[in-house]
């Protein structure tokens, strides 16, 4: 049996759960087929703690002889798991010049890269573009505690720090995705905590662009006076024709 399997088995059990331990497995679960699916991944997870993600990619590369998990963590968190394919780094995650030093093998590129540390969106942010470079093509980058509903007024989890910090930080990777469309795929998992997944599609190597970051217009008759002054259009979907469609249906044969 594979190590940590029965922690597997049971979340598997609550995928059929209506409540929110649901989102909780499916999450990690998510995770986990990502990382099976790869032949010999290297992952890094950027925050330990207790062990709960470590363990699920633990399971998921045993067996695969030349896969490796590299945890860091800014707290000694070295008896978290016990396995020959882990190895634990205590250190800030953001500090990427000080982990190539101590593990050179990262600049052949990760395939999973778990990012669950301090969160905040600069710190996400460090993370993110410091790592970026170093990723494979293909490679998934998974962000934890990005959705703010839980954390919201009267909800489970009601936290204000913690609903204003994910709500930034899901702006953040909204920003970076809007920037970066032809180098991210992008999906979000909604109903715990949310969790946050890109795709790389570029190559090892290669560098993103900053985020950018749009306004939000939240007053209807302000904005509408301001585009009647400046003479600015809304959008008008054009039904008539293919005008509107990025795919044209008309053009799809049979
Ligand atoms: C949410 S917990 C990680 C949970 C873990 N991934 C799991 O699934 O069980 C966050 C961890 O990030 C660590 N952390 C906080 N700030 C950090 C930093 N600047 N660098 C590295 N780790 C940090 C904390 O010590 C804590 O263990």
Request: hydrophobic share 35%; proline share 2%.
């Amino acid at each position: 049996m594979k190590k940590y399997q029965s922690y597997i088995d049971k979340l598997t059990i609550h995928l059929s759960k209506s409540d929110e331990s649901r989102f909780v497995a499916q999450q990690l679960l998510r995770m986990h087929r990502e990382t099976s699916l790869k032949d010999n991944p290297l992952i890094v997870e950027l925050g330990v703690d207790r062990g709960q993600s470590t363990k699920i990619f633990i399971n998921s590369i045993d067996e695969k002889k030349n896969a490796k998990l590299i945890s860091v963590d800014i707290k000694d968190c070295k008896d978290a798991v016990n396995d020959e394919n882990w190895e634990f780094v205590q250190q800030d995650s953001a500090d990427i010049q000080k982990l190539l030093s101590n593990k050179p093998q990262i600049k052949k590129g990760i395939d999973i890269l778990y990012i669950d540390s301090l969160h905040t969106a600069t710190h996400v942010k460090k993370e993110f573009y410091n790592f970026y470079e170093y990723l494979n093509k293909n490679a998934y980058i998974f962000f934890d505690d990005i959705d703010s509903n839980p954390y919201m007024a009267n909800q489970r989890k009601d936290s204000i720090n913690t609903e204003i910090a994910n709500r930034e930080i899901l702006k953040l990777l909204e920003a970076i995705f809007r920037a970066n469309m032809d180098k991210i795929d992008f999906e979000i998992m909604r109903g715990s905590t949310g969790l946050g997944i890109f795709k790389k599609l570029n190559n090892l190597g290669e560098k993103l662009n900053p985020p950018n970051y749009i306004e939000e217009r939240n007053n209807l008759i302000i904005n509408k006076i301001f585009q009647k002054i400046f003479l600015k259009k809304s959008y008008q979907h054009d039904n008539k024709s293919d005008k509107s469609f990025i795919i044209k249906p008309n053009k799809i044969k049979k």
